[in-house]
């Protein structure tokens, strides 16, 4: 606003202009405090506004199921078909943080097991803000499983496997229906979210296969109870006398379920027929039979129990039925239970003993039978010889003697006295005059003497294939040409021994030795045949060979010292006949060649014949051509007559 009395209203007035100056002067000296306060304040307000405020902040965040149902067995924990459990949310800066707690709704009855979770995959996540959460850390029933962001802005996500266990490694035990609670919550000092919500997971736990219980076939070896470790099946005979205290045979039972493995479930052991009675080996029991006593004909066990068998005074075959629980019959075995033998059997083992302590040992093979069924249960023998100043024995008792399953009987040892033969009975009978027992057929066992006076070498065979194995037979033999005693080694050979034509094959014995023996282990001993073994391999290739030997001192002086051969052939029976056939096919083309020349000079000659028969046919037709010119001139000539006859008639 301008004054009226101004002449220059752009001028302003001097006074006013210095007074104002003045004025602005005194009043920037008066506030610089104030106007420092002022900006300091400004400043401060616009850092407050930069502050993020102290609590933290999530954002989208969620808790999801990959299935509302899974599938467990009672062998399994976590699976690669778990259902995964996903956390998620958008942080505002590290260290926002959300929970999962897994919590058992229900269970099946008699279930311990609860829900654990195990992280299969993270991002951007951590256990706090500074510590990544590594892959497979587990988490307990009822806690919380942290989920804490490593980076602001940063969508932070963990995955959990879901599954049920009676601790995190072990497998749920009952099977049933497992319902599972997810609780997703806002960790300490994190705040917003209240989008995750929680979720309900059913858990299905079945039988694993290999742990179902019912039994529905089972393997079961019978043995004797004295010697349980057969891992098949013996065939058992025993004694009919009645012991309820002393197992006969024991069979081994092991129940098995569809996937075979060990079934848990007791089993049913009855006698369909037959005598005998049952007991349960305990499996505390198995390392020390006759801590259990017979019970019954039928029993049932544990499924890690084996079965007893008893005899009960009866004589017959006993079987015994293995049953499952529901009645399946898994398996059968039998005992065969005797009574007094009634027959015995006697085999020679050794037919040539030595007079010698000891070199009889085991020379007679004895088994004993109650009809067809064999008894195996220790005994007392007594032998009887013929001649007891060649052998003795005149019902002598061998003591209690056990079966020898190796030999098929009980071995019976004999003592010779004399170079000669005898004939030996075996039985159960102690004298002459007993009336109970049984006694075997005599054998003949011949006492041998232990001179010797030649050696017979010879092969097994007549003729082998190029590296086949063969036996070279050494026979030490007395003067009248018998087989010496077998318990001793006789040196029946110069120095070299037997001398091979050309290397043998890999793996022959040495049969370069002075002795005797089976083998070619020096003092072994001749076989039980008294003829001492030596196998060797023949050459890879065919031919006779000559094999060479001296005996040695012999009692016969003449025989002493004598160079002997002894020759083989080796065939190539496969090379033969192939040259064979050779033979007989260039016979055969030699035939067929002169057969072809034959039907050549037959085919010339009956050539030339044809030629000659076309010749003389050829003539005989000129020849029947003249005749036949020759009668038509003589039939003009009579036909000329006969017409001028005619003329002549007529005239």
């Known amino acids: 606003m301008y ?68 599938a467990q067995t009672t062998a399994e924990t976590q699976t690669a078909t778990s259902a995964v459990a996903t956390i998620s949310f958008l942080p505002t800066a590290k260290g926002d943080s959300l929970t999962v707690t897994a919590s058992l709704v229900s269970g099946p009855a008699g279930n311990t097991a609860l829900p654990y979770l195990s992280v299969t995959e993270t991002a951007s996540a951590g256990s706090d803000s500074a510590t990544a959460i590594a892959k497979g850390a587990k988490t307990e029933p009822n806690a919380k499983a942290v989920a804490a962001a490593m980076a602001a802005s940063a969508v932070t996500t963990v995955k959990y496997a879901v599954y049920v266990g009676t601790d995190s490694l072990t497998a749920p035990s009952v099977a049933g229906t497992y319902v599972i609670k997810l609780t997703p919550a806002l960790n300490s000092g994190t705040t917003g979210g209240g989008n995750a919500t929680a979720q309900t997971l059913t858990i299905t736990v079945t039988t694993a296969a290999t742990l179902d219980p019912v039994a529905v076939s089972a393997t079961s070896i019978i043995t004797t109870a004295a010697d349980t470790t057969s891992a098949s099946d013996v065939a058992v005979t025993a004694i009919k006398t009645a012991d309820t205290a002393v197992e006969r045979a024991v069979i081994k039972v092991s129940p098995k379920n569809a996937a075979g493995s060990a079934s848990t479930e007791s089993y049913t052991a009855l006698i369909k027929s037959g005598p005998g009675l049952l007991g349960d080996i305990s499996n505390a029991n198995k390392g020390t039979l006759g801590n259990v006593n017979a019970s019954a004909r039928i029993i049932a066990l544990p499924s890690n129990s ?122 159960t009978k102690s004298s002459a005059t007993a009336t109970t027992g049984v006694e075997a057929a005599a054998v003949s066992v011949r006492v041998g003497s232990t001179t010797v006076a030649d050696v017979k070498v010879e092969f097994d065979k007549t003729s082998y294939l190029p590296g086949e194995l063969a036996v070279i037979k050494v026979t030490p033999v007395d003067s009248t040409g018998a087989i010496l005693a077998s318990s001793d080694t006789y040196t029946v050979f110069a120095t070299g021994g037997i001398v091979a034509p050309v290397a043998l094959g890999s ?100 050539t030339a014949m044809a030629q000659e028969a076309v010749d003389a046919v050829a003539e005989l037709s000129a020849q029947v051509t003249q005749l036949i010119s020759a009668l038509r001139a003589q039939i003009t000539t009579l036909t000329n007559l006969v017409v001028k006859i005619q003329k002549k008639v007529k005239a």
Do not use: C
């Not at 003045?22 to 407050?48: D, H, N, P, W, Y």
């Not at 001749?526 to 290739?541: N, Q, T």
């Open 3 to 70: 004054r009226d009395e101004v002449v220059y209203p752009l001028q302003a007035e001097l006074r006013i202009v210095r007074s104002s100056t003045i004025e602005r002067k005194q009043m920037s000296t008066k506030t610089t405090f104030k106007r420092i306060a002022l900006v300091t304040v400004a400043a401060l307000g616009f850092g407050v506004m930069s502050v993020v405020p102290s609590n933290a902040v999530v954002n989208a965040d969620s808790l999801t199921l990959s299935a509302a149902t899974a």
């Open 306 to 427: 084996w079965v007893a068998v008893y005899s009960d005074g009866s004589a017959g075959v006993s079987t015994i039925e293995i049953q499952s629980k529901a009645g399946v019959v898994l398996a059968t075995e039998t005992v065969t239970f005797y009574g007094t033998a009634t027959s015995a059997k006697s085999t020679v083992a050794s037919p040539v003993i030595g007079a010698a302590s000891g070199s009889g040992a085991g020379a007679i093979v004895v088994q004993l039978f109650d009809g067809t069924t064999e008894i195996k249960d220790a005994t007392t023998f007594y032998v009887t010889s013929s001649d007891t100043t060649k052998i003795s024995g005149a019902y002598t008792s061998t003591g209690s003697l056990t079966y020898n399953t190796t030999e098929g009987g009980f071995l019976v040892d004999l003592t010779g006295v004399a170079a000669g033969t005898a004939n030996i009975t075996v039985g």
């Open 507 to 606: 793996g022959s014995v040495t049969i370069t030795g002075t002795a005797a023996h089976d083998g070619g282990v020096a003092g072994a001993g001749l076989g039980a045949d008294g003829i001492a073994s030596y196998k060797v391999y023949m050459p890879a290739y065919a031919g006779t060979f000559v094999f060479k030997y001296t005996t040695g001192t012999m009692s016969t002086t003449a025989l002493s010292a004598v160079a002997r051969t002894v020759s083989v052939p080796v065939v190539n029976t496969v090379a033969d006949a192939a040259q064979a056939a050779a033979e007989e096919a260039t016979a055969a083309a030699n035939d067929a060649t002169d057969a072809a020349l034959s039907a050549a000079e037959a085919a010339e000659a009956a």
